[in-house]
């Protein structure tokens, strides 16, 4: 499976941004899905997860109430709709499946390429 994530910018601190990421090869069906991010300098972190067939929403603290994950069964896409957004939400960030809903990285095993979002005060 081949994941592709887009929908990266540069927006004002407040502003909002969608971010997609399709699958190929594979749909999402019965998997995890989940969002991390990265910040230059930083470790890889949790963002959000969902399992794509029902069950559980996941969310870091940071990201709890702005953010929220969503997918379209036809479109085999998911999203993450970020809204407030402030500077320290800049990072590139990354879509991945795995079998297990979590916000550890090592539950996911397929990734994508990531895209930037920068967040100006």
């Known amino acids: 499976v081949q994941l592709q994530a887009s929908g990266g910018g540069l927006v004002q601190a407040g502003g909002s941004l969608r971010l997609s990421c399709v699958a190929s090869g594979r749909t999402f069906r019965g998997y995890a899905v989940g969002w991390f991010r990265q910040a230059p300098g930083k470790e890889r972190e949790f963002v959000a997860a969902d399992g794509w067939s029902g069950g559980m929403t996941l969310y870091a603290d940071s990201v709890k109430g702005r953010f929220t994950i969503s997918g379209d069964n036809a479109k085999n896409t998911m999203y993450l709709r970020m809204d407030s957004l402030k500077p320290e939400d800049t990072a590139v960030y990354y879509c991945?499946?795995?079998?297990?809903?979590?916000?550890?990285?090592?539950?996911?095993?397929?990734w994508g390429q990531g895209t930037q979002v920068t967040v100006s005060s």
């Open positions: 991945a499946t795995g079998s297990l809903v979590s916000g550890l990285i090592r539950s996911y095993d397929q």
